[in-house]
T-cell receptor, first 116, second 113 residues
Framework: AQKITQTQPGMFVQEKEAVTLDCTYDTSDQSYGLFWYKQPSSGEMIFLIYQGSYDEQNATEGRYSLNFQKARKSANLVISASQLGDSAMYFCAMRGYGGATNKLIFGTGTLLAVQP | DAGVTQSPTHLIKTRGQQVTLRCSPKSGHDTVSWYQQALGQGPQFIFQYYEEEERQRGNFPDRFSGHQFPNYSSELNVNALLLGDSALYLC????????????FGPGTRLTVL
């Protein structure tokens, strides 16, 4: 079965510092996609970054980068230069079985608090 | 460019009632998925609609049903509500059945008393 594990229930970081949120995954598929979403207290899930299993380069989107280590089955999110507005819940997710199915499997999330 | 919209924002129902939640996908998107997010948990996949058909379903009972209209908007219906159905219901859309990235709406928070 496919599974996403986020072992950090909560994290603190000082404003302007970098922070790494951990994510490990389990799948027997050769082709899969990994995602990070941000969920502020308002509830909306905001897409941050995507990494395909065959992508050779780590994905980057502005201050977000995904540290993809395929052999270790990890897909950690790195946020550089943290801002107060980064305080939110962060979810790691994986696309489900096969290329034509689109179910997202989510982890339990990490609550990030950015301190001034 | 309008994002995914959902209505209503909040809803309070009592046990045994039925509820309908609505979702309009992001402009240009034709595939809609529904997720249930219980408090303190990650979202759980309910089902996905593409070309007005249910294409994939998660581990949810038949009390949960849906529909997709020709304009790609979608409804989630839940019958015989239970206290455990209280959750944030999220709709996500994307363009094309085989593409990856799904974009979520703000959700409907359902409370069952």
């Amino acid at each position: 079965a496919q599974k996403i594990t986020q072992t950090q229930p909560g994290m603190f970081v000082q404003e302007k510092e970098a922070v790494t949120l951990d994510c490990t995954y389990d799948t027997s598929d050769q082709s899969y996609g990994l995602f990070w979403y941000k969920q502020p207290s308002s509830g909306e899930m905001i897409f941050l970054i995507y990494q395909g299993s065959y992508d050779e380069q780590n994905a980057t989107e502005g201050r977000y980068s995904l540290n993809f280590q395929k052999a270790r089955k990890s897909a950690n999110l790195v946020i550089s230069a943290s801002q107060l507005g980064d305080s939110a819940m962060y979810f790691c997710a994986m696309r489900g079985y096969g290329g034509a199915t689109n179910k997202l499997i989510f982890g339990t999330g990490t609550l990030l608090a950015v301190q001034p | 460019d309008a994002g995914v919209t959902q209505s209503p924002t909040h809803l309070i129902k009592t046990r045994g009632q039925q509820v309908t939640l609505r979702c309009s996908p992001k402009s240009g998107h034709d595939t809609v998925s529904w997720y249930q997010q219980a408090l303190g948990q990650g979202p759980q996949f309910i089902f996905q609609y593409y070309e007005e058909e249910e294409r994939q379903r998660g581990n949810f009972p038949d009390r949960f049903s849906g529909h997709q209209f020709p304009n790609y908007s979608s409804e989630l219906n839940v019958n015989a509500l239970l206290l455990g159905d209280s959750a944030l219901y999220l709709c996500a859309s994307k363009s094309g059945f085989s593409t990856d990235t799904q974009y979520f709406g703000p959700g409907t928070r359902l409370t069952v008393l």
